[in-house]
């Protein structure tokens, strides 16, 4: 979230604040900032795919331009990736790739929320992810999915050590996965939020130091440029990685 009370901590704007509490049976089911910026994050996904559809003309519209190459850069991500397999879980990676872009770039908007910023958040989305595609891996392998952890030709004698490392840098994905979104989404807004805290007070204070204000002013707005890119970058990579995780588990080597 982008948060221009300059005084504040760049930090402030992470704050989860309860906007509605509810509790049921001891269970903290409250209404926060996040969880209304969740579903306007899906609402406004739904809404943007509604002006691209067709509407009694053979000429597409920007919104249907925008939202046919979006859905080449997907297909084109799953083709790579996954192959002709791929096709089944195309409805999934879409709406995967298409709720991060959005979350990612609500979030750029002042004086909203950027649920991606938050660890609790990536993390579960990323483990929901492993979950899912362990389970896919199951159901198409069996007992051989574990084969996963093995590579072939290993001496009997490492098999243990093999295993354990195999398995660990295994798990360690859903880590890794959740981190790197968040981690790029915080530090971003946290940047842009200093470098906007300090244009302010080389303003306020007037003088020689107003004049120079547009040094950082004009940092702040190539530094925004830059984190709009890597808002559609880290939504692109963490479907990425779910599409090569996924074909991990489909064709085991």
């Not at 991060?100 to 929320?113: D, H, K, Q, R, T």
Request: proline share 4%.
């Amino acid at each position: 979230m982008l948060n221009y009370n300059f005084a504040a901590s760049p930090l402030e704007q992470f704050e989860i604040v309860t906007i509605i509490p509810i509790s049921i049976a001891g269970v903290n089911l409250s209404i926060t900032n996040s969880s209304i910026f969740v579903f306007f994050t899906f609402a406004i996904a739904v809404f943007w795919l509604s002006l691209s559809f067709y509407k009694g003309s053979l000429i597409p519209t920007n919104w249907q331009l925008l939202k046919e190459m979006f859905y080449e850069i997907t297909s084109s991500m799953i083709r790579e990736n996954l192959g002709s397999k791929g096709e089944f879980y195309f409805p999934f990676i879409f709406s995967l790739h298409l709720f991060l872009l959005f979350c990612n770039l609500i979030g750029m908007v002042p004086y909203s929320f950027t649920v991606t910023s938050h660890i609790i958040f990536t993390f579960a989305l990323a483990l929901s992810v492993f979950i899912g595609v362990n389970i896919i891996g199951l159901q198409t392998h069996g007992i051989k999915f574990f084969s996963l952890f093995l590579p072939r030709g290993v001496p009997l004698v490492i098999v243990p050590l093999i295993i354990t490392i195999e398995l660990l840098s295994y798990i360690v994905k859903v880590f890794t996965l959740s981190i790197r979104l968040f981690a790029n989404m915080t530090s971003g807004h946290t940047l842009l939020k200093i470098i906007a805290g300090f244009a302010w007070t080389m303003l306020s204070a007037g003088g020689l130091l107003a004049i120079f204000h547009v040094i950082p002013l004009g940092l702040l707005v190539a530094l925004t440029g830059l984190e709009l890119a890597i808002a559609a970058l880290q939504a692109y990579v963490f479907t990425l990685l779910t599409c090569i995780y996924l074909n991990d588990v489909l064709d085991l080597h």
